[in-house]
């Protein structure tokens, strides 16, 4: 492909306008899908069928365009995680099987609507926070699993006879424990276990103490912790842009010019120091 075409390409799919339609588009498409679950929309099924047709041949269209802008480099589309995700939501469409209305065909067009993240900065970052807590998260979890275990079984040997229905299994206990999370059936709970001992009262305070303010505080600090290093990565892949291609980033550009322009209106006033000039006189 000509270096000619593709930079008109690119400027198509850099546009703002470009971006705009894009996502009128898939909000649009989002709109049908909500259509399509009320019963007395079937009566519509051609003309809904047709829009979808033409929606799936937009974002065809789109995806052809923004390949096609790498110029004699389309393998560079693939290297962004959010042009895997596109491409595999809008080529899924044609492989064979997923034609009719299959589950798998709706979940894919359903995926679409999650394309929005893309155009969106801020959404980006915290589903890009969210992927790199994952670890973290993978910790939080099994520390709960631990705290969900001893709880649930002391649980079961302190209130399996009096409160079966809580604490009759350890899946029960657990499902207790977790539904307890929200703090909503405490009271009830701190209620019947008073019944049984005033001690109950201990195993309930240390297991908000220990599960609803400490492992919670853990988790939203690793999310907020994710949440830092996202934006320090959007902004490193901010500066990395180099749309004129001088092997200096943009952002890096614009603060040696202004600092070469300071450092010249610097040399015109120590020049006009020594000439004597006065500018107010002129």
Known sequence: MSPGWSRRCASI??????????????????????????PDVELAVPELSWLERLFQGIFVVEIVLRILAFGRRPQDF?????????????????????HGDTAALRVIRIARVVRLVRFSPGLRTIVTALLRSLPG????????????????????????????????TIGRAVLTLFVLLS????????GSGLELSPWTLVYYVS????????????????IV?????ARRLEMTESLATDEDRDGVPDDIDRI?????????????????????IDRSST
């Open 183 to 190: 703090l909503e059936t405490l009271p009830e709970l701190i």
């Open 207 to 222: 297991y908000v103490i220990i599960t609803v303010n400490l492992l919670l505080n853990i988790l939203i600090a690793v």
């Open 78 to 98: 693939f290297k962004h995680g959010w042009n895997v995700f596109d491409f595999v939501v809008i080529a899924a469409v044609f492989v064979p099987g997923l």
């Open 13 to 38: 799919t850099e546009s703002r306008a470009f971006e705009i339609f894009i996502v009128l588009t898939i909000g649009a498409n989002a709109a049908l899908l909500c259509l399509e679950t009320y």
């Open 256 to 276: 040696m010019i202004t600092q070469r322009l300071d450092d010249l209106r610097t040399m015109i006033a120590e020049l006009e120091r020594d000439l004597r």
């Open 225 to 229: 912790n994710s949440m830092e290093e």
């Open 137 to 168: 998260v993978g910790g939080f979890l099994a520390l709960a699993l631990v705290t969900f275990y001893v709880y649930g079984m002391a649980g079961w040997l302190i209130f399996a006879e009096s409160d079966p229905e809580h604490y009759g």
